[in-house]
């Protein structure tokens, strides 16, 4: 039997068109609210408080904005940035709410988990939202701790991608006394009693008993700062290597576990790659590798790699996670970690005292980080709808690139 001729070119539009049938789930909220005039001091607060990179990462997500009037109302009040990340986190439901399903809602009331709740600093059920269809033809949303008030109501759609992502205007700020509190600023944070106080307090104490370090620790709150602190027992076990340290190297060693920026998990989740640090400087990196391994945070050097194990504190701009063991600096040590590396002519700079370096703030990586997915409430995906739709999944290069293989092979015998 003689096998049909397929000629190069249809086998080109055949790959073509399948590479255009694959569903994207990228979406960029500031960018759709870019062309709302009316909702500019709303969009700018999403940049502000990081919740764009949050909102993007997502699959599946409904954002209730409020208009530039409404906004002022709120901000009338001079709540801190943690404050307004809070009240605007409880704007972003975990699910798609187009028009349509928002007068179609099944039984006629629904109740969503927000980003708010995805933090773990909502408690009870003060994260989610009651979205009820009302008669009339009226849509009302008020937070599910709110004793079934229901005082602000849908407008309008603004822009529906479904299932994908749905930005809706609603009539005012969802009134939340639990989001709305006021939270201490950076400088009120004790963030070596925190430390302290949850399994970390051996790297606490090294640090209050270094001033160098602690001074730039505590000058590069305000701007944001992630540190990432070892748990007792390895840092205990890691001692006395601290201790064969030049003065100089244990400022750099204790510099060199913070990052001069702020980093949420859902961040860390999402970067892969170098992340400068406190300590760097010039021709002395000091940096780490961010990776995911599987669920898990990672940060790495060539001489190891250590896991994050918990969040001791997420609050914008200040981060503070333990981890499983001490990530140590291929700067300051040798490969086998057994003791500290000495200072070659060529190195003396890693030892050395930098000028100043104490008083100056550390400058943020240059890359950007984007966010995440958080876990949602109750540990399933974000991106399950509630009315058991599938949501669009972004095709990623590897994918691409194994269909392309498995075409390649099926069309391959029929090419002349």
Known sequence: MQLPVVSCSSVFLLLLLLLL???????????????EPAFSTFNHYLSVTHLADEINSRTTITVCAVDNDEMSKFLAGSPSISTVKNVLALHVLLDYFGEKKLHQITNGTALAATLFQATGAAPGSSGFVNITDLKGGKVGLGPENNDGTLGTYFIKSVEEVPYNISVIQISGILPSDVAAAPTPSPSEVNFTSLMSAHGCKVFADTLLGNPDAMKTYQDNTEGGLTVFCPL??????FLPKYKNLTAAGKTSFLEFLAVPMYLSMSMLKSNNGPMNTLATDGASKFDFTVQNDGDQVTLKTRLGTVRITGTLLDQQPLAVFSTDKVLLPKELFKADAAAPAPAPASEVAADSPKP?????????????????????????????????????????GGRVLGLLGVLALWVGPFLV
């Open 21 to 35: 049938a694959a569903p994207s789930h990228a979406h960029n909220i500031t960018s759709i609210l870019a062309g």
């Open 232 to 237: 007792d027992d390895p840092f205990k076990a």
């Open 356 to 396: 100043s370096s104490s008083s100056k703030k550390k400058k943020a990586p240059a890359d950007a980080v984007a966010d995440s997915p958080a876990d949602s409430p109750d540990g399933n995906p974000a991106d399950e709808t509630a009315d058991g739709s599938s949501s669009s999944t972004k095709l990623g």
